[in-house]
């Protein structure tokens, strides 16, 4: 099969991490017989400061023509330091978002055995872990009407909700759970916002029509404490906009790393995948920055272009280099050898190209020697 894909390096650590997972893509195409074709499109503080623009017309038109989107990491630091300036890079990813009408996020969290001891939670608590979020992305109060009186002692945001707009996210959100352990839990506010009341009437009256799939509520402050407390409660995350941000950024602590953490963005028509570590711009050409977010996202790529067993074969190539410790140094104590951000990229690809192969000798790939003996 032939598959167009839209590639968004973005800024800092975005461009390596995303060329790893081409790599893992290359590898797929190789053993399953498939062609990706790479449209590269600029997005973010790199396409300011070549056009003015963080997205501009030439980047929509690519990503509508795609059958998928990867992207990388947006933001620079002279915007992060200066919130003055109008002109900002998460401003393309927003426009985005709103111009594919990507009104889903999908992140998964979970729990790699190998992976407990980073954790700052107890093994206990964690093992076992397989949670994901459905967060509501083109709406709420990121979206909503926003003001400054002119003496500038006053502001405000507006958050607002359709019942259609919760209604779209919801289905998505059941059948997921259909396929998981049927459990969806509606995070909300319902006890002090009226776009939380909205949530749980609409959420409770569509949990109808999907008997086998148990319904439950809890407001976001509970929530976030249970995530650390008990997260083995949790199977699908149903939320809106900024409660989704907020609950999902939490939920990084059970992986033991930011690095690790994939997302989608769906729509109707178009997808985007995407790490949700930020651009980490220090880190930015030192072959240090962990490339299993954009790896993994890619694997939930061809998941949506029902690619599952190539999917599966990234996931499990995810699962080998964990098991070897062949990874970067943020999973790794301070006197462990930590493997450059490439030489992840070249296991993976590695492993996908010769999962049937018993004569791989993993530690010459470490070393970053021969594959084959």
Known sequence: MKYTIAIIPGDGIGPEVTTQAKKALDAVAEVYDHIFLYKEAQMGACAIDKTGDPLPQETIEICKNADAILCGAIGELKYDNDPTLKIRPEQGLLRLRQELELFCNVRPVKAY?????????????????????????TSGIYFGKKEISEDGLKASDVCS??????????????????DRKKKVTLIDKANVLATSRLWRKTVAKIGEQYPDVALDFMFIDNAAMQIVLNPKRFDVILTENLFGDV???????????????????????????EPIHGSYPQAAGKDIANPLASILSAALMLEHLGLHDEADAIQRAVEKSLDLGITTQDLKGKNQYAASTAKVGDFIADYIANQEDSNMNFKNIHMGQSTII
């Open 113 to 137: 055995p190998k992976l407990l001891k980073n954790s700052p939670l107890k093994k206990e608590i964690i093992s076992g872990t397989d949670i994901v979020i459905y967060r509501e992305l």
């Open 247 to 273: 609950i999902s950024d939490v939920a990084c602590v059970i992986g033991g790393s930011i690095g690790i953490l994939a997302s989608s963005s769906v729509g109707e028509k178009n997808a985007l995948f």
């Open 161 to 178: 909700y359709t019942v259609d707009e919760i209604s779209r996210i919801t289905h998505l959100a059941f059948k997921a759970a259909q």
